[in-house]
């Protein structure tokens, strides 16, 4: 590898096959969530809903506030769980199927193939002088491209500003900073990854590229050519010798080579480049169905079943094996925990904070401490609760004991606490805050404190 060396421009061929159309899929499964999303409402409001300013994360009906780290660390975990299993399973599924920069170039290319033509006429267009109709398909090109990679930009910006407000904000040029700031950061990301470095990524900048491997064994499903079937390579004549050596079934056509994203040669066997895209086993078999020989040149396979040569149905032998079965053990027990984390989540959060000032003397010679408490509702419904404290002898507070808290949002609440000084001495003592509902499903809360008697009474 050499990371220096210049680069030779790639000239994708498009494939067609089945494959590639299971590509396509997810290609418009990926992006009809990413860019769908923030357009769904849920009870008034988008069902997704990243709000940095009310520091609150809206997911449909779960609302999580920054005290629910710990779910998005949770989830983080399980997917790189998914990924450990996929990889072992299967390689590089994620990079083929799913990578947001294997879907971004899969859909730039596709708006070249269709405006500058073929591989062949990108090619001349690209080594011929600059006409006036060759400058029209270029402009064209970036003009689709950078659409794209600003609407791609708004969409990401829309899960951190409902997107309805955005767009109004944008067409009367009324957007604030750092909304444009990120708009125009990811789409020119998207539009210089996707359109002009594509293959540069995966093999330079991409950490996966690198460790993948650690995750491979001899059973992990990966795209293998068949040299004991296509060795020695060559044209294939009409009229052979019968007295020449074994021809192999690949006729050297380079198509393989054509339709990769990453310019490798599948046929030097196996290759960190390789993003399992499966273009090349499209390419071979449309190939071998021309010349009327069996599909299978390039396919699916792992270094046991090729060094067996075990069919490609019994190949599902192999993922029942320790590795795999551990992964998806952790994988399911981790989804579990996480299940029940989220469903035993109380819908209601209550912190008291003690007022910094010092403990002071009442007219009536009661003991005051001033508390700020909290009130989180994480339900999609206003509560009503009632407050109280306990904990010491004739303790009260002086406020209202009953509270409105509207829905998905929290609410601070300043409470006035006092304790006779009767059999108090001075310092710290513990009291309880306790929360209860006033209509709706029983719901009990409670938080401990300090009482601060002052030495100056």
Not at 185 to 201: I, K, P, S, T, V
Not at 212 to 227: A, E, G
């Amino acid at each position: 590898m050499q990371v220096d060396a210049a680069r030779h421009r790639l000239y994708v061929r498009e494939a067609q096959g089945r494959h590639t159309r299971r590509r396509w899929a997810c290609v418009w499964l990926t992006q009809l969530v990413y860019y769908g999303l923030p357009w769904l409402r849920w009870n008034g409001r988008p069902a997704v809903l990243f709000d940095l300013a009310a520091r609150k994360f809206n997911v449909f009906g779960l609302v999580l506030w920054p005290q629910d780290f710990i779910f998005f660390a949770g989830l983080l975990a399980l997917c790189a769980g998914l990924l450990f299993l996929a990889s072992a399973v299967a390689g590089r599924v994620w990079c083929a199927f799913a990578c947001p920069h294997t879907v971004y170039s899969t859909m730039f290319m596709w708006i070249e193939n269709r405006i500058e033509g073929t591989r062949a006429a990108r090619m001349r267009l690209d080594t011929q002088p600059l006409s006036l109709s060759g400058a029209a398909k270029k402009l064209a090109k970036h003009g689709a491209w950078l659409l794209l990679a600003v609407w791609t930009g708004i969409t990401l910006v829309g899960y951190f500003t409902p997107i309805r407000t955005l767009l109004g904000e944008l067409i009367a040029f009324s957007a604030g900073p750092w909304a444009s700031f990120w708009i125009c950061l990811y789409g020119g990301l998207a539009y210089l990854n996707a359109g002009w470095m594509r293959e540069q990524f995966c093999k330079y900048i991409c950490a996966y590229a690198r460790f993948q491997s650690v995750m491979f064994d001899r059973d992990t499903l990966v795209i293998r050519y068949d040299r004991l079937r296509g060795e020695p390579r060559g044209l294939r004549r009409k009229h052979r010798d019968p007295g020449a050596p074994r021809q192999g079934d690949c006729v050297d056509c380079t198509i393989c080579v054509q339709v990769c994203p990453t310019g490798i040669d599948i046929r030097n066997g196996f290759q960190y480049e390789c993003i399992d895209c499966a273009s090349c086993i499209d390419a071979c078999d449309a190939v071998m169905d021309k010349l009327g020989m069996a599909r299978g040149l390039i396919g699916y396979s792992t270094l046991t079943a090729a060094e067996q040569a075990q069919p490609v149905q019994r190949l599902w032998r192999g993922f029942l094996r320790p590795r795999v079965l551990g992964y998806a053990g952790i994988l399911a027990g981790g989804l579990l925990l996480y299940v029940a984390a989220l469903s035993l989540r109380p819908p209601i959060r209550l912190n008291v904070i003690p007022d910094r000032a010092a403990a002071r003397l009442a007219e009536d010679g009661a003991v005051e401490n001033v508390f700020r408490l909290q009130v989180m509702n994480m339900d999609e419904r206003p509560r009503r609760v009632r407050i109280a404290v306990t904990g010491l002898d004739a303790i009260r507070s002086l406020e209202g004991g009953e509270y409105d808290i509207d829905a998905a949002a929290s609410r601070s609440i300043p409470l006035r606490v006092r304790a006779l000084p009767a059999g108090l001495r001075p310092g710290s003592h513990r009291i309880l805050f306790t929360l209860e509902a006033v209509e709706g499903p029983a719901l009990h809360i409670s938080e401990r404190s300090v009482f601060v008697v002052s030495h100056e009474r």
